[in-house]
């Protein structure tokens, strides 16, 4: 284990010691830094609250994700329980350590909500669930303090790009044609993709150390088996990131949509809408092959464009023919 990893042990070891009274709430902020989640506020935002607002913060977040999945193959470096038994995994996770995803995530949504309402107690609420999603990856002993602080950097310098080009980049995007809006949402999740299959196939020559195989498999039986260089969340990402851009291309087209009215019309047109997010991504999942295969991975990428099509186009199109919205 290298120095700039092993500092971060005694740390863990004091939130380990905090004892078992802290692991349903470190779970649960755990899971605030998860797929599942970014799932759900996503599509109420979009949905529910401001469609602008949704599909920035879902642009941002997926974006983030994609690089994310990229910078772990890239640094290749362990998890806490997959070099040492000096802590307990507290979860299961079989990809990179470097950076923390739920720190990255974290700042990016939370800071970009923060930057959209302006709100002091907002803002301080924002900066709280950071540190404490943070902190419970260090409990759940699968991240290092470091991973968290490159996480924090990453998510941070994410943040600063997508507030800051925010505005020139959308008045470039409405002087130009149907065509090329098209064509940058296609091409961008791409630039992402290919060289994160790319790197992936390199981290694959490279190898993981049996010794973190085996030490990983001894602290979590459950896990069977360990390979954190495959390209499936890369994927999934890039799939959902193509899926998302391309269909709000085509709803702004089509002419927009709003996510206004009452309590009930939301309601209504949230649960429909998940109740869509949950038929693609379980169905497709029971019928398409899992694995690493070329046909398995690319249906993959299917399912994921599908998820975000859904979401940024089908659903509100949906709305709108129901007179939910």
Known sequence: MSSWLEWGLPIIEWFQDLGTVWLAPMQFFSFLGTAYFIMFVMPVLYWCYDASLGFRLGLALLTSNGIKDILKISFGTPRPFWVTDRVKALATETCFGVPSGHAQIAVVLWGRLASFFKKRWITILCILLILLISASRLYLAVHFPT????????????LFLFIFADKPISQWLKAQSFRIKMAI????PLCILVPGLLIS?????RGVPQEWIETALEALPELESLDPTNPESIIASCGSLLGFSTGFVLLYQWGGFSASGSFIKRLERFLLGIAGVAVIYFGLKLIFPEGISSLALTLRFVRYGALGFWVSYLAPRTFVALKLA
Do not use: N
């Open 185 to 188: 949402a296609f091409i961008f």
């Open 201 to 205: 196939s390199a981290a694959k020559e």
């Open 147 to 158: 991973d968290v602080l490159v996480g924090w950097l990453a998510g941070g310098f994410l």
